[in-house]
């Protein structure tokens, strides 16, 4: 599906929206389309039933926004030491088995289900993020042959290192993913 579809958009906006636009489509074909054929213009809102449907799913499974934020401010305040032994916990509760790393460029190492991933989480509070971390992140990942990389931050990164992290396949973790996770441990 592409990305600014009107399916897409709907799927990422609140499950009323199509609701809404069922509706007006409702009321435009009573009030356009001759009576025989007024059944066929309501049917055809039947796809955007179906995208209410999956956007409320979505939605009611995703954690209350002022606990995310509250989860972020919290991971903000804390020390490497609390904040690792947390993402720990999250990552664990995920079904992972988490491996504490000592090197410079890997914090964690994740397995599951024989994929292995590593985690650069060390510099979470920083104000800017560049290529170096992520540099540094990837050639760890071609050293021990894992499949994965994943990079945690609390800022966003800059766009060459998100240009970098997208072509050489490691995933950024930033706000917006790092608070759904956070919200199940604390």
């Known amino acids: 599906m592409a990305k600014n579809s009107l399916f897409a958009v709907l799927l990422r906006s609140p499950w009323w929206y199509s609701v809404l636009i069922v509706l007006g489509m409702a009321i435009a074909a009573r009030a356009l389309l001759p009576e025989p054929y007024v059944v066929v213009g309501i049917v055809g809102t039947a796809p955007f039933w179906v995208i209410a449907a999956m956007s409320a799913w979505r939605q009611w499974k995703l954690p209350n926004p002022a606990r995310v934020s509250d989860a972020l401010a919290c991971a903000g305040n804390m020390s490497w030491v609390d904040f690792s032994k947390t993402l720990e916990k999250a990552f664990v509760a995920q079904g992972y088995t988490v491996t504490r790393l000592s090197g410079p460029a890997a914090d964690l190492q994740l397995?599951?289900?024989?994929?292995?991933?590593?985690?650069?989480?060390?510099?979470?509070?920083?104000?800017?993020?560049?290529?170096?971390?992520?540099?540094?992140?990837?050639?760890?990942?071609?050293?021990?042959?894992?499949?994965?990389?994943?990079?945690?931050?609390?800022?966003?990164?800059?766009?060459?290192?998100?240009?970098?992290?997208?072509?050489?396949?490691?995933?950024?973790?930033?706000a917006a993913e790092l608070g759904p996770l956070l919200v199940q441990v604390l």
């Not at 989480?121 to 050639?139: D, F, I, P, T, Y």
């Not at 609390?154 to 950024?172: E, K, P, W, Y």
Request: include cysteine; charged fraction near 20%; proline fraction near 0%.
């Open 111 to 174: 397995d599951k289900d024989g994929a292995v991933t590593l985690v650069s989480c060390k510099r979470w509070k920083a104000s800017n993020h560049g290529v170096e971390a992520l540099r540094a992140l990837q050639q760890a990942q071609q050293a021990q042959g894992v499949q994965q990389a994943r990079y945690i931050s609390l800022a966003s990164v800059t766009d060459n290192a998100r240009r970098f992290a997208q072509d050489n396949g490691i995933v950024l973790i930033a």
